[in-house]
């Protein structure tokens, strides 16, 4: 029985026979020799109860109870044996507990507590109760022990045959009810023993909790008691008295307790307080269950410290100005976040308050950053538009400010650099304090790629970020740091949305380093590429490895060249070294290539070769189609560019660096090198105009405009000289002549390139330009997929049709259902689809 489960029941025992006193036994008769017998087990019940037991005879005892169950009045005895232990309860047990019980534990049972009893007072006073309680449970735990030993024939018989509880149960009862349940007469209330001993152990908790010290075995011992007896004596486990009665009124308390406490902590201390005091309640409670009550509250008593201290007010706690989660993020309060996780993760599995606080934490960190970007003022103060457009690493005066493009590009990649602090700072927080946790990954991840796709450039500004990365950020850096930032981009891919928008300017930022030689490391740039296979697929990276491809055969086809040069032995086509660059169409985004306004037809429009020039392109011409018949050959005068040496004669009457001769290697465009050798036959003193320049190159004006102003008014490479001198962009009606009195302290001189080498954020314009290819592009490929999906299917439905397509087509971009709606008209029109006219609703039929 659970009730003597904690007691050695040998202890019981009598000495040994020898050293015992022996009652005599009456005759057989019937009545007179139950009375017998039971006068020799009261006065032995007696001895026991007054801890004389060990002048009694077990043998003795034991045969006077089995006698008597012998001759059938099991019930007499079974009978008077509690009859017994009521009167022992109500005359010697229970005015000592009445003793006990003064007028604090009354006004504490009760509710009140006067202002003239301390904290110690009332523990102490608790304290006698619950001790003299205590040893009144033990003497009655000792004393029927013994006396279960002395009747345990009844036990085994009678009370087996007649399915009543042991006597050692039937006194538990008689325990809780004659002295637990005994009502005290001595008040006007109904109060109970057991009311005092509830409040007695809830007021020493509540003391606990204030930082006192209580006497925790004492009150464990009392718990055991509590455990040990049950409301019927059938003893079901779930019936236990600490369960029905003292549980339910200490869960009681600790609730009201803990919401005061919150609330004062709401009022009165700010988040970080919160948290580390309900970490500090919760592991009270848990050290509570196992030292001071009993492991069976465990789960409970934390199931109200998490309702009250966490879930009643955790918005309100979240919200708090200064220490909430906002400041928590914003101030790097790891250790808090981290309690934070932990205590909402109690909670509520899915943490779907602190999953949307950190997703509205994401968003409104990120719209500031998009906002920084959208309302930043770019407008140049010094240098006209025309030149930052036409200069990279061009003159860089002191007193200059940063031209509009260069602004919006540093502005670009300082926008990237931002969300990606960002992004560490809350994976940071992922690792450090959120435990890795998969849901509030996926919560960060939405919220992330919301607001990167709610700026709409965002596609540009990560190829932007990419290529001034692969351009020089990677320079000098370890393979682990390179291929950090290639992880950081591959994760900034990911979020984007319109991966088409992203894959246009990657192929255009990317053309451009390739033709011009800014990338820092070719291994590196495959690298990236071989990322952005896996991410997004093979589809996207085809044209960008045909562009390394096209590279590589050109590295090839200049060595042949030149092999082919040697071999024939011209010495004076050894003067011009030719390298050559063949662009397969298909793979390059030359209208992106083609200058300033991508619009115009300008950018395929042939110019005008020197004649020296045109014969080293009729040579290469017949070399590459020598093994390649039917091939086209272009030649892109935007593209490219050359190494030309100029001798500057001494200027008559001038000494020191103009009396001599000076020899210079520019480094210019195409166009550059085409307008220069107009001026090598040109007689001193004599001009060019504007209009003849244009009218023998071909040159389309704005590009040859940029081009001159490289080459007359910046200070760096002024080997013209314009009329009228003024810092204006050329334009018809200036003249040009050359400039015998340039000088410069370098041998080698790097012009400007013209715009189309430099990766720059787009104007509106082009923005506008590249949207509406973009959308062409889209086009063509809705039609695409929409003619796949139906020469597969046949016919289909308007809504199953438009959801594969949506399908289909997420990875790549987000098509818009007006764009597909006139597409799949414009198939109609062109007789690849047709309406199913008696079809109930709008179905499509594919046309073989």
């Known amino acids: 029985m659970a009730g003597t489960a904690s007691f050695d029941r040998t202890l019981a025992y009598a000495p040994r026979r020898s ?92 509710g009140g507590v006067t202002g003239t009893t301390t904290a110690n007072e009332r523990r102490l006073t608790g304290e006698e109760f619950l001790k003299g309680l205590k040893a009144s449970w033990e003497d009655h735990i000792t004393v029927m022990n013994m006396t279960t030993d002395i009747l345990m024939y009844m036990d085994r018989v009678y009370c087996s045959d007649n399915r009543k509880a042991s006597i050692f149960t039937t006194a538990m009862g008689l325990f809780r009810d004659d002295i637990l349940r005994s009502p005290l007469g001595a008040t006007d209330s109904k109060l109970i023993t057991f009311d005092i001993l509830n409040s007695v152990i809830l007021d020493q908790i509540g003391m606990e909790r204030e930082g006192d010290v209580i006497n925790k075995h004492l009150i464990r011992s009392c718990i055991y008691m509590l455990e040990g007896l049950y409301e019927t004596d059938e003893e079901n486990e779930s019936e236990k008295l600490y369960l029905t009665v003292f549980e339910v009124e200490f869960l009681k308390a600790s609730r009201t307790f803990y919401h005061n406490e919150c609330v ?30 009993s492991v069976l509250s465990k789960q409970k008593i934390a199931v109200v410290v998490e309702e009250e201290m966490i879930s009643r007010h955790l918005s309100d706690f979240l919200a708090m100005e200064g220490s909430g989660i906002k400041a928590m993020i914003e101030n790097d309060c790891f250790d808090d976040l981290a309690l934070l996780y932990q205590h909402i993760s109690r909670v509520d599995p899915l943490k779907a308050p602190l999953k949307k606080a950190l997703q509205a934490r994401v968003m409104d960190m990120g719209s500031d950053i998009n906002k920084i970007v959208t309302n930043a003022d770019f407008s140049a103060s010094t240098v006209p538009t025309e030149e930052a457009d036409a200069t990279e690493g061009g003159e860089k005066s002191k007193a200059a400010k940063q031209n509009t493009a260069s602004k919006q590009t540093a502005a670009a990649i300082k926008w990237v650099d931002e969300v990606l602090h960002l992004k560490d700072k809350f994976d940071t927080m992922w690792k450090r304090c959120l435990n890795e946790d998969l849901i509030l990954q996926t919560a960060l991840t939405k919220s992330f790629s919301d607001f990167i796709n709610m700026f709409p450039r965002c596609a540009e500004y990560v190829s932007l970020f990419i290529d001034d990365n692969l351009k020089r950020g990677i320079k000098g850096k370890t393979e682990a740091e390179i291929d950090s930032i290639l992880d950081k981009a591959t994760i900034l891919i990911r979020y984007i949305q319109e991966k088409d928008i992203f894959e246009r300017y990657y192929k255009k930022h990317l053309a451009r380093r390739l033709l011009f030689g800014k990338s820092e490391s070719g291994d590196v740039e495959k690298q990236m590429i ?26 090839d086809l200049t060595t042949g060249y030149r092999t082919h040069i040697q071999n024939l032995g011209d010495m004076d086509r050894k003067q011009i070294d030719l390298s050559v660059s063949v662009l397969t169409t298909n793979h390059w985004p030359m209208e992106a290539m083609g200058g300033g306004n991508t619009r115009g037809e300008h950018a395929r429009q042939n110019c005008t070769w020197p004649s020296e020039i045109s014969t080293l392109q009729e040579s290469f011409k017949a070399f590459y189609l020598k093994e390649r018949n039917g091939r086209m050959l272009t030649w892109l005068g935007f593209l490219g560019n050359a190494d030309i040496r100029c001798v500057f004669p001494r200027v008559p009457g001038k000494e020191g660096i103009l009396g001599r001769e ?21 007689a001193q003193g004599e001009y060019l105009s504007f209009e003849e320049i244009q009218e023998r190159t071909n040159i389309p004006t704005q590009d040859l405009s940029r081009m001159l102003y490289t080459l007359s008014v910046l200070p760096k490479a002024r080997v013209l000289l314009k009329q009228p001198a003024n810092k204006d962009l050329p334009k018809p009606g200036d003249t040009f002549t050359f400039n015998a009195s340039f000088t410069s302290k370098a041998v080698k001189i790097k012009v400007p390139v013209i715009s189309g ?8 314009e082009e923005r506008k330009d590249t949207e509406d290819r973009n959308d062409e592009h889209r086009g063509n490929l809705i039609d695409t997929v929409i003619v796949r999906i139906m020469k597969a299917r046949k016919k289909l439905t308007h809504q199953m049709l438009f959801t594969e397509v949506i399908t289909q087509l997420s990875q790549r971009f987000k098509p818009d ?23 109930a609703i709008p179905t499509y039929r594919y046309l073989a």
């Open 264 to 293: 004062s902590l709401l009022r009165n201390s700010d988040a970080s307080t919160w948290l580390r005091q309900t970490k500090k309640r919760l592991d009270e409670e848990v050290v509570r269950c196992e030292t001071t009550i």
């Open 817 to 839: 259902l007006g764009m597909m709606k006139r597409r799949v008209e414009s198939l109609i029109e062109r007789e690849y689809l047709e309406r199913v006219e008696d079809a």
């Open 530 to 555: 071989s990322r952005m296979k896996l991410e997004i697929g093979n589809a996207f990276t085809t044209k960008l490895e045909g562009m390394f491809k096209d590279m590589t055969m050109s590295d």
């Open 19 to 110: 050293q015992k006193k022996c009652l005599p036994i009456a005759g057989h008769g019937g009545s007179d020799d139950f009375d017998a017998m039971w006068d020799i087990l009261r006065s032995a019940l007696r001895e026991i109860h007054e801890k004389n037991a060990s002048t009694l005879s077990f043998e003795q005892l034991y045969r006077a109870s089995y006698k008597i169950v012998l001759k059938k009045q099991g019930d007499r005895l079974y009978d008077r044996v509690k009859d017994f232990e009521k009167q022992w309860f109500a005359s010697k047990v229970m005015p000592a507990i009445h003793k006990l019980i003064t007028t604090n534990l009354l006004n504490i049972t009760l």
């Open 757 to 764: 080498a430099v990766n720059k954020v787009e104007g509106e």
């Open 662 to 682: 000076r020899r210079h290697e520019l480094n210019v465009n195409t166009y550059g090198m085409i307008v220069l050798l107009l001026f090598n036959d040109l």
